[in-house]
T-cell receptor, first 115, second 116 residues
Framework: GAVVSQHPSWVICKSGTSVKIECRSL??????MFWYRQFPKQSLMLMAT?????????EQGVEKDKFLINHASLTLSTLTVTSAHPEDSSFYIC???????????FGPGTRLTVT | QQQVKQSPQSLIVQKGGISIINCAYE??????FPWYQQFPGKGPALLIA?????SEKKEGRFTISFNKSAKQFSLHIMDSQPGDSATYFC???????????????FGTGTQLKVEL
């Protein structure tokens, strides 16, 4: 089956620093990847849509300068949280759409804690 | 119009019982309706999905019922087991929409607990 990995699975960083999260489609090519944020006991909130080789499309209210997204290849997208603050602490989940099929597959998520 | 309303917010079912989660949508352009299962600390996993030209789809103990005229769809979990305890999200998407990257619209989620 289609597998999406995320790295790291959890990270703790100090306020003011930046942290990068990687999302990889392991056994399929993904022209589109999505980044979500999820708070406890809430639904997934789409942050941005990332297309390979082009700029990401951010949802309304998401700061593009704070959440930098790069989709450098058909199997890798990265989310960099710049100048992180405690309010950025959350569960970040990526998903990838199979180029050949249609389904969207989710990664295992990354728990970010900013101290 | 992009909302997907999901109920109940939480559900407790006895082992062996039937769990039923309901979703309703407004956008008639939606043409694909997946359900996702999420365990604590994990990403969502696709459970089962249906297209609007089908009224019911069954995979093992999981069944989706779809009512196109009412714009409603539901997930039934037969013979519910403690291992089914998780959060379930319905979703909808317009696969033909080329703008905005074909985004999934998620329901608010249902926390299911199956008790022994």
């Amino acid at each position: 089956g289609a597998v999406v990995s995320q790295h790291p699975s959890w990270v703790i960083c100090k306020s003011g620093t930046s942290v990068k999260i990687e999302c990889r489609s392991l056994d399929f090519q993904a022209t589109t990847m999505f980044w979500y944020r999820q708070f406890p006991k809430q639904s997934l909130m789409l942050m941005a849509t990332s297309n390979e080789g082009s700029k990401a499309t951010y949802e309304q209210g998401v700061e593009k300068d704070k959440f930098l997204i790069n989709h450098a290849s058909l199997t890798l997208s990265t989310l960099t949280v710049t100048s992180a603050h405690p309010e950025d602490s959350s569960f970040y989940i990526c998903s990838a759409r199979d180029r050949a099929a249609y389904e969207q597959y989710f990664g295992p998520g990354t728990r970010l804690t900013v101290t | 119009q992009q909302q997907v309303k999901q109920s109940p917010q939480s559900l407790i079912v006895q082992k062996g019982g039937i769990s039923i989660i309901n979703c309703a949508y407004e956008n008639t352009a939606f043409d694909y309706f997946p359900w996702y299962q999420q365990f604590p600390g994990k990403g969502p996993a696709l459970l089962i999905a249906i297209r609007p030209d089908v009224s019911e789809k069954k995979e093992g103990r999981f069944t989706i019922s779809f009512n196109k005229s009412a714009k409603q769809f539901s997930l039934h979990i037969m013979d519910s087991q403690p291992g089914d305890s998780a959060t379930y999200f319905c979703a909808a998407i317009n696969r033909a929409f080329t703008g905005g990257g074909n985004k999934l619209t998620f329901g608010t989620g249902t926390q299911l607990k199956v008790e022994l």
